[in-house]
């Protein structure tokens, strides 16, 4: 059962925004950074965010991470075909002692 | 090129062992911190362990606490997982990755680990 909490479906048409929420809590969130990877059908997860928000070189500025408190949130703003994925949030936590992912969301590009 | 490709998965019986293997090439191997992760069928990732550039850091999630050893040869550029006492619950596959500053930049294929009678 994971700590971070993600809604498990999203879905948009062409061109248009989505945004995913991840939800955690003081020990995990709360106190350390947040990535963001996609994962794509029968393939390993890739980098998409580090840091709460910082994109690593040759991820599209269509996303874009964010961190409020306890919660966290990717967006991808001009949805395109290819970015139907499984995306998951993770940090670590600290009364754990260990890195946490959250549930997952599966995007649909409608 | 960066790569890490696993081995060492597949069929065994509950309570068995094994041991999978994470030959790193395209990157000096000693200066990164390693992690495990893995994905039962169907279902989301989960972190399992991680080890410190000169192996003298591990950490576990508690689920493979005490079961589940990490280890690295750096001078063969490779990364352990010995798995002991494995669950029907241990099935998944397993990916190896390269964690840079907040994240894991490069990730293995994977190996498969079936844990069944």
């Known amino acids: 059962q994971s700590v971070l909490t993600q809604p498990p479906s999203a879905s948009g048409t062409p061109g248009q925004r989505v945004t995913i929420s991840c939800s955690g809590s003081s020990s995990n969130i709360g106190s350390n950074t947040v990535t963001w990877y996609q994962q794509l059908p029968g393939t390993a997860p890739k980098l998409l965010i580090y840091s709460n928000n910082q994109r690593p070189s040759g991820v599209p500025d269509r996303f874009s991470g964010s961190k409020s408190g306890t919660s966290a949130s990717l967006a991808i703003s001009g949805l395109q075909s290819e970015d139907e994925a499984d995306y998951y949030c993770?940090?670590?936590?600290?009364?754990?002692?260990?890195?946490?992912f959250g549930t997952g969301t599966e995007v649909t590009v409608l | 090129e960066v790569q890490l490709v696993e081995s060492g998965g597949g069929l065994v019986q509950p309570g068995g062992s094994l041991r999978l293997s994470c030959a790193a090439s395209?990157?000096?191997?000693?200066?990164?911190?390693m992690h495990w992760v893995r994905q039962a069928p169907g279902k989301g990732l989960v972190w399992v362990s991680r080890?410190?550039?000169?192996?003298?850091?591990?950490t576990y999630a508690d689920s493979v606490k005490g079961r589940f050893t990490i280890s690295r040869d750096n001078a063969k550029n490779t990364l352990y997982l010995q798995m002991n006492s494995l669950r029907v619950e241990d099935t998944a596959v397993y990916y190896c990755?390269?964690?840079?500053?907040?994240?894991?930049?490069?990730w293995g294929q994977g190996t498969l680990v079936t844990v069944s009678s």
């Open positions: 990755a390269r964690e840079v500053g907040g994240g894991s930049d490069y």
């Open positions: 080890i410190k550039t000169d192996g003298s850091i591990t």
């Open positions: 993770t940090t670590w936590d600290d009364s754990l002692n260990g890195y946490v």
């Open positions: 395209g990157f000096t191997f000693s200066r990164s911190w």
